[in-house]
């Protein structure tokens, strides 16, 4: 930037008139051009700096478990982890089955039937998260002699939800239902692939 | 403090004012690095290499953080999950290159900046706090490397850790209970990666607080420049923004293109094949160099080969932690008035064969600890010590200077009309 006019203070230095007569100086096009070019480039960068923190592949390759339920005889539940979170898996008896179909649906918090909550032809099965949607606790009543809480599902200890046998919220402070997760009866029924 | 003439900071927006009165902020940038800085006019691109260090730092915290977030400092585990980072985490792998990488890059950077220094006297009064400053930070710097470097847990972690601690053994006396101590067992393992992963979090925070004061230092007499005449007047300087972002920019896209380079290309090109199998205590790789920035002072380190009153080992612990401890001695070792070697003509031949010499070291240090290697890293260790504690000393002394300019604005413009008194400070120099 040689000045030869003797003058050295910057804001003396003439300025670049543009050629085209636009009122465009060739200094403010480049100053735009390059600040922009560095802006988008540095939000460019933020995308991997973020994204980092979403699961990993490896936490996403574990993010469907299949399970074997022809051991669980009617009355029983297992609990099994998917995405590092308990399931519960519960084979109904009869009894239970009629007690949550006498339920009107209009009584219910979050109205949904026994037949929404599991899958055709395989009713008794109900499959679902063990995990309390008030606040995340695990509700008792998947393991023998656990209270099951006034409905004869789960109950919540945390702060008192009761789930009925189609594990509906009843009472207390929980908004919903146990949440289903999605999974598939492989041919035969006897394993479910969640996730 | 700042030049008289320094613009001041006027906010115009009624929040910035607002601002202003309760927490200046703002202010203290716009002085900083900022139109209220006003900085000598004729800075070439080597003193880009300040605020590319800063930058590099930055980059350093922000991706080292992040990997952090994701590495395990526990023997079994750790180089698993370093993997993990390759493998699995999003964008993991170039987070990681980033990171190794961009610490290649801060030591060029560092290197460049130091020997900016070296050349254009920077480090001469009234500048010396800014120097010693600097080379604290260095000395940081390759303490935080040296301890990241370990962390992998690959076989050159291993041994890299292994063999820079056996230098605190080489002490007498007192040297092997301190090998221990530091490790906290007898070889590297679970315990000396837990700490070395702690003090690699905390050291860069640190250096940020050394960096601080290295600019507070540089802001009291300002910058200096090629010509190495102090800034007289406001027409020796130009305000630091735009002039000078503007400049820096420019740098850190050419630095970003090289860097973006090796991260994207050749990830690998600086780093040893070594570190991607599993430290094994049992077996030793064939080559065991640090990374390429250690190289001038692990050349120092195996040059002495032979007993004289200590034992080898002992000198070469010693000639390595004084060949940068030296530095610190600088200002005093060259008492030369002129600070710009452009002016010394006797000195910047030194200073080349000084380079050139670095430039030796930087080879011989990861070449085979074998001969004709040694007998090089032998002169050019001697060579190294000559320069600073004998020829920099006699030069300074016998050297005759060409005049200088009367002041950066007579260097710049051909002319100065204040310059009647030129003649006589170019005599006194
Ligand atoms: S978490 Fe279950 S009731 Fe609050």
């Not at chain 1, 594990?167 to 999974?183: F, Q, S």
């Not at chain 2, 993991?92 to 560092?110: D, I, P, T």
Request: hydrophobic share 50%.
């Amino acid at each position: 930037m040689a000045d030869t006019t003797g003058t050295a203070t910057p804001d003396m230095v003439a300025p670049e008139t543009d050629a085209t007569g636009d009122g465009v100086r060739r200094r403010d096009f480049i100053n735009i051009a390059a600040v922009s070019a560095a802006g988008v480039g540095g939000i460019a960068v933020l995308y991997p700096l973020i994204s980092q923190m979403a699961p990993s592949a490896d936490v996403l390759a574990e993010s469907t478990v299949e399970v074997d339920v022809s051991a669980i005889e009617p009355g029983q539940a297992i609990k099994a982890i998917f995405r590092k979170q308990p399931l519960f898996l519960r084979r109904l008896t009869d009894a239970e089955i009629a007690e949550a179909d006498a339920v009107p649906l209009s009584d219910l918090r979050d109205p949904q039937s026994l037949e929404e909550r599991t899958k055709a032809g395989q009713k008794a099965m109900l499959i679902t998260m063990g995990v309390c949607t008030h606040l995340g606790c695990v509700p008792l009543g998947a393991a023998e002699g656990e209270a099951r809480g006034e409905y004869g599902g789960y109950f919540c200890p945390c702060h008192g939800s009761h789930y009925d046998t189609a594990a509906r919220i009843r009472k207390g402070p929980a908004p919903t239902n146990l949440l289903v997760p999605d999974y598939e009866f492989n041919a035969d029924g006897t394993v479910v692939t969640v996730g | 403090m700042s030049f008289p003439w320094a613009n001041h900071y006027e906010p115009q927006n009624p929040l910035m004012k607002w601002v202003d009165e309760k927490l200046p902020l703002p202010r203290l940038v716009y002085n900083a690095v900022g139109a209220g800085y006003p900085v000598p006019r004729n800075l070439n691109y080597m003193y880009n290499f300040g605020v590319l260090a800063g930058f590099c730092l930055v980059l350093q915290i922000v991706t080292g953080v992040i990997l952090a977030m994701h590495y395990a400092p526990n023997a079994l585990v750790a180089f698993g999950s370093t993997e993990h980072i390759m493998r699995n985490v999003n964008w993991g792998w170039m987070l990681r290159y980033m990171h190794a990488n961009g610490a290649s890059f801060f030591f060029l950077v560092l290197y460049l900046h130091i020997f900016r220094g070296f050349y254009y006297g920077s480090y001469k009064a009234p500048r010396e706090m800014i120097w010693l400053l600097g080379v604290v930070i260095f000395l940081l710097c390759m303490a935080t490397a040296f301890m990241g470097y370990v962390l992998p847990w690959g076989q050159m972690s291993f041994w890299g850790a292994k063999v820079i601690t056996g230098l605190f053994g080489a002490i007498p006396l007192v040297g092997e209970p301190l090998q221990i101590w530091l490790l906290g067992g007898y070889a590297p393992d679970n315990a000396a990666l837990n700490r070395f992963f702690s003090l690699h979090f905390l050291l860069p925070f640190v250096i940020a607080g050394v960096v601080i004061l290295h600019i507070w230092a540089l802001h009291i007499p300002g910058s200096t420049n090629p010509t190495g005449v102090e800034v007289k007047k406001e027409s020796d300087t130009v305000p630091f923004h735009p002039y000078y972002t503007a400049k820096d920019g420019f740098g850190l896209g050419v630095f970003l293109i090289l860097y973006c380079l090796f991260v994207f290309f050749m990830p690998n090109a600086l780093g040893h094949p070594d570190n991607y199998i599993e430290a094994n205590p049992l077996s030793t790789p064939a080559l065991i160099v640090p990374e390429w920035y250690f190289y001038p002072f692990y050349a120092i380190l195996r040059a002495f080969t032979f007993d004289f009153i200590l034992t080898a080992q002992l000198w070469g612990v010693l000639a390595m932690f004084s060949a940068i401890l030296m530095w610190f001695f600088l200002p005093w070792l060259d008492r030369s008035p002129v600070r710009s070697a452009s002016y010394r003509p006797l000195y910047r031949i030194f200073f080349w064969v000084l380079m050139v010499d670095m430039a030796a070291l930087f080879y011989l240090g990861g070449a085979h600890a074998e001969e004709p290697y040694i007998m090089f890293s032998q002169l050019a260790t001697a060579y190294y010590f000559l320069h600073f504690l004998v020829i920099v000393p006699i030069v300074s002394s016998i050297e005759r200077p060409k005049p200088l300019p009367y002041s950066i604005t007579e260097a710049v413009l051909g002319k100065d009309d204040d310059a009647q008194l030129g003649a006589t400070v170019a005599a006194k120099a």
